[in-house]
């Protein structure tokens, strides 16, 4: 059953009024840099990603972590030393050669790299999807609270254990569907939106205690 009016009024507000921090961190200054927009922030995380130089590349994924727990108070400074502190250069030079060969690298190739603190699919999906937004999304489990409303979605491949979502080779596949199913909400609802738009605007109806009415989204259109 194709989305009604209001479901689709309701997507395109939840997309435009997506308000996670643009939280961005200055390694060199070492202080928080404010008042980026979304679109800002995805810029200069993926020049980072991409540069040829490691330390851009250590940077970038700093604040891949920085932004994702920025919600969490100073867990995200806790989380980005502990990255710092333990990857090493051949890390940086493996992730820098996958990055820039593949626009999309596929999360299993992503967690092979045994980055610190980038085991589970929520932080190696938001890697991915600062690599390429367009056709990207990230995948947590704020987002899996739609397969608990309704089971029989593109979710039901993603295999959870008790606390995370594993990167197996299963859930590296299920995951490209995931991002498949946005497109196609995307395609046919919101023209012009990106797949990580999609993702967002689930996401902040979620977080805005509409996770009933975004898994009826995702499920109908």
């Known amino acids: ?6 479901q689709v009024k309701a997507l395109n507000d939840a997309v435009n009024g ?7 961190f200055d390694f060199t200054t070492h202080t928080p840099v404010v008042g980026l927009s979304m679109t800002e922030l995805e810029t200069r995380i993926r020049q980072q990603l991409l ?6 590349v250590k940077d970038g994924l700093s604040n891949v972590l920085y932004w994702g727990f920025a919600q969490m108070g100073g867990l995200a400074l806790v989380r980005v030393e502990r990255f710092r502190s333990a990857v090493t250069d051949a890390q940086l030079e493996q992730a820098s050669a996958l990055f820039t060969k593949h626009r999309r690298p596929a999360l299993y190739d992503i967690a092979r790299l045994k980055l610190p603190q980038f085991s589970k699919v929520s932080f190696v999906s938001k890697i991915r999807m600062y690599l390429d937004p367009a056709e990207s999304a990230t995948l947590d489990r704020q987002i899996m609270q739609m397969h608990q409303v309704h089971s029989d979605t593109v979710l039901a491949a993603i295999k959870e254990d008790a606390t995370s979502i594993p990167t197996s080779v299963v859930n590296s596949h299920a995951y490209e569907r995931w991002c498949e199913r946005l ?3 995307a395609r046919g609802y919101l023209p012009g939106a990106r797949v990580v738009d999609i993702e967002r605007g689930l996401f902040q109806m979620i977080q805005s205690g ?5 898994a009826g989204i ?3 259109a």
């Open 51 to 56: 540069s040829a130089s490691v330390s851009d």
């Open 183 to 185: 497109a196609d909400i």
């Open 210 to 214: 509409s996770a009933k009415e975004a």
């Open 1 to 6: 059953m194709p989305l009604d009016t209001l």
């Open 218 to 220: 995702l499920r109908s």
């Open 18 to 24: 997506y308000a996670f921090p643009t939280a961005h």
